[in-house]
């Protein structure tokens, strides 16, 4: 697949280089007449301001992609959370870590329940805790985008102060990993 920000940029400059050329053609066919008509002005307005309108368009490609997976996202982070809460309430009640391999055994051991768009974009979560001290929620993703599918999204639980301090992180690219 191209790079979006090269296509986009390509077709840019492929269409300033035709308005370009397009000046040329209107050029020399006003050398002839000492100066342009409105009609030929109207035109020359017209053409820039399509070239104009595309180049942004093309531009706004990308940003428009980007939000587009992190909406799709979206679904992932919000079902991670929920299952973050529950392993909070888990080891306040049991003073010990879940360990929970897919969302069936989520959804029995924690009471947590996937919403279908959370389901056809997760392709495992897992639930483990491999020190005392730390619980890890990770989720590989699915059905998304080739930027982040197969890409494992991570959220990571230490007890502090009384509660539990939860950090999100993964081999996801950072655009697409939650701040908080």
């Known amino acids: 697949m191209a790079n979006p920000n090269s296509l986009a940029n390509g077709i840019i400059w492929f269409l300033l280089l035709s308005l ?14 000492a100066s342009m008509s409105k009609i030929d002005l109207i035109v020359l307005v017209c053409v820039i301001c399509l070239v104009i309108g595309m180049a942004t ?27 973050a809460r529950a392993v909070t309430a888990y080891n306040q009640e049991l003073d010990s870590w879940p360990h929970c391999d897919g969302v069936i055994a989520i959804q029995d051991s924690l009471g947590v329940t996937f919403r279908k768009e959370a389901i056809d974009r997760i392709g495992s979560i897992t639930v483990t805790s491999l020190r005392t001290k730390e619980v890890i929620i990770t989720a590989t993703i699915k059905g998304i985008d080739s930027r982040v599918d197969g890409k494992n999204l991570t959220l990571t639980g230490k007890p502090s102060k009384g509660d539990i301090l939860w950090v999100w992180d993964g081999t996801v690219p950072s655009t697409y990993v939650p701040k908080k």
């Open 20 to 33: 370009l050329l397009a000046f040329l053609i209107i050029g020399k066919a006003r050398m002839k007449s």
């Open 57 to 83: 368009a093309f531009s706004l490609i990308p940003h428009q992609e980007r939000e587009l997976i992190k909406g799709k996202m979206f679904e992932v982070t919000n079902a991670m959370s929920n299952v």
